[in-house]
């Protein structure tokens, strides 16, 4: 496979705790993604408007606008947040997950045995408005183990989770990419604090541990980064939604237990194949899907 990192990228991944991969997937790859996520837009357009909070469906409306119209005329709706998970929990998000172009790639970095955990989100960062900023943090700072980011950290620092981060429009600092902090991961766990506004943030001066990265991208290329690794994004000051979905992977039987019991995953990749998970499996362990 042409995308596989070099010696020197998974050495880069090692010392930078982040890789970027250029030309990674094709259009069609994200054209079933596209469809659930229209799906999922129809079925929000259609309650509101039932329930009287936008005059129209806005059909016509691109991807990349149409819910912005939608949140704007309905003040947000019941719609809280910025991303999606169980609203689009389908088999086309399974297709993507076993992508064998993006499994390849995870398994040159963390070997063969590979668990998708059912932690990945859709991201709609609306054009403009602080509140889908997300400021700069380690993914583990989330993995919990009693779902209490205020009690810190249950995770030891060798639960290795790898973060694809995947957008499904051209990406850079006009329309919030993501930015990385190179190195950042060698700093360890570090304890976060909340904000003014509830959320976490460093409580030490990230960016002095290395010069901030944006990392601009096409569509079909993939960022990967480890859970240690400091990221966040800016404001989209641009006219369209930024989408994009983030995927999680780690080597198979890491003590992942609290994660794997809020967000069931699956074996995506093995040596052994009859032990990999299908759609089904996968299916048959989660909450069914949960319309918006
Ligand atoms: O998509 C974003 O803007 C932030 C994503 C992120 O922080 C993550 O995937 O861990």
New binding site residues.
């Given amino acids: 496979m042409d995308n596989l990192p070099t010696t020197a990228q998974r050495q880069s991944f090692d010392e930078r705790g982040y890789l970027l991969v250029q030309g990674v997937l094709d259009e069609e790859d994200f054209a079933p993604l596209r469809r659930v996520i229209s799906a999922a837009i129809d079925h929000y357009a259609k309650k509101l408007y039932d329930q009287g909070k936008i005059s129209g469906l806005y059909k016509d409306l691109s991807f990349y606008h149409r819910l912005t119209r939608i949140q704007r005329e309905s003040q947000k709706g019941p719609l809280l947040g910025w991303n999606w998970n169980k609203e689009v929990f389908s088999r086309e998000v399974y297709e993507l997950l076993t992508h064998p172009k993006i499994l390849d790639i995870v398994a040159s970095l963390i070997g063969p045995e590979i668990t998708v955990n059912g932690d990945y989100?859709i991201?709609f960062?609306m054009p403009t408005g602080g509140e889908s900023v997300?400021p700069w943090?380690q993914?583990s700072i989330y993995y919990n183990g009693n779902a209490d980011p205020d009690q810190q950290v249950i995770f030891s620092e060798e639960s290795e989770i790898l973060?694809v981060?995947i957008p499904m429009v051209d990406v850079d600092e006009h329309n919030?990419c993501?930015q990385i902090i190179p190195g950042s991961h060698k700093q360890g766990l570090r304890p976060p604090r909340r904000d003014e506004n509830g959320r976490l943030v460093p409580i030490e001066d990230v960016e002095s541990w290395g010069e901030v990265q944006n990392v601009c991208m096409k569509v079909g290329d993939i960022l990967v980064f480890g859970n240690l690794t400091f990221?966040?994004?800016l404001e989209n000051t641009s006219e369209d939604i930024r989408w994009?979905i983030?995927l999680r992977y780690s080597p198979t039987g890491s003590p992942l237990e609290w994660l794997l019991q809020k967000w069931p995953g699956f074996i995506a990749h093995s040596e052994q194949p009859e032990t990999v998970e299908s759609w089904e499996m996968w299916e048959a362990k989660r909450t069914p899907p949960d319309p918006i």
């Fill in positions: 989100w991201r960062k997300f943090h993914d973060t981060w919030g993501l990221h966040r994004s994009s983030d």
